[in-house]
T-cell receptor, first 111, second 114 residues
Framework: GENVEQHPSTLSVQEGDSAVIKCTYSDSASNYFPWYKQELGKGPQLIIDIRSNVGEKKDQRIAVTLNKTAKHFSLHITETQPEDSAVYFCAASKFNNDMRFGAGTRLTVKP | DAGVIQSPRHEVTEMGQEVTLRCKPISGHNSLFWYRQTMMRGLELLIYFNNNVPIDDSGMPEDRFSAKMPNASFSTLKIQPSEPRDSAVYFC????????????FGSGTRLTVV
């Protein structure tokens, strides 16, 4: 089955700096790669996603890149703000079934 | 839309007792997933349903765990008997099968077995 690895497990940045979280996946048939943000006491919330036929996608301060050959994808957050502090999860799936998650990255943005 | 609704939000029970967690998916979503979240193991997929039919339950840890989806708007996850190591946050999520689309998660049930 699919195995998703995520790094780093914790990340601390100064407000205004950029943050990058990286993930690798094992199943070359995976074609959908979402990113979720989880705040304390809440369920994971989808923030951005990318499909295997696209190399990069941007939404305001967040962007995701995908390298299918290397089987890795990354989340980039620019101009970080304290409200970006949360746990971020990457995930991979085939046709939206059986989604497997990375272990999560705890991002802290220091004011 | 009210989103995915889970109940209860918190459950504290004694070891050996039966526990039932409930989930109402988003109307129109035809796939439902149960995940368990712990510090040690992260988010683990327990079981998922397509059109109310269980598709893959290979993540269910033991026979003590069972899940049902009697109709498109309701699912249960039951643990009988419960053990302290079952303590975790259990999430339900739903989506539209056949469309490449993210999952919508509920707020979770925090289960503590003492």
């Amino acid at each position: 089955g699919e195995n998703v690895e995520q790094h780093p497990s914790t990340l601390s940045v100064q407000e205004g700096d950029s943050a990058v979280i990286k993930c690798t996946y094992s199943d070359s048939a995976s074609n959908y790669f979402p990113w979720y943000k989880q705040e304390l006491g809440k369920g994971p919330q989808l923030i951005i996603d990318i499909r295997s036929n696209v190399g990069e996608k941007k939404d305001q301060r967040i962007a995701v890149t995908l390298n299918k050959t290397a089987k890795h994808f990354s989340l980039h957050i620019t101009e970080t703000q304290p409200e970006d502090s949360a746990v971020y999860f990457c995930a991979a799936s085939k046709f939206n079934n059986d989604m497997r998650f990375g272990a999560g990255t705890r991002l802290t943005v220091k004011p | 839309d009210a989103g995915v609704i889970q109940s209860p939000r918190h459950e504290v029970t004694e070891m050996g007792q039966e526990v039932t967690l409930r989930c109402k998916p988003i109307s129109g979503h035809n796939s439902l997933f149960w995940y368990r979240q712990t510090m040690m193991r992260g988010l683990e997929l327990l079981i998922y349903f397509n059109n109310n039919v269980p598709i893959d339950d290979s993540g269910m840890p033991e026979d003590r765990f069972s899940a049902k989806m009697p109709n498109a708007s309701f699912s249960t996850l039951k643990i009988q008997p419960s053990e302290p190591r079952d303590s975790a946050v259990y999430f339900c999520a739903s989506t539209i099968r056949g469309v490449i689309y993210g999952y919508t998660f509920g707020s979770g049930t925090r289960l503590t077995v003492v």
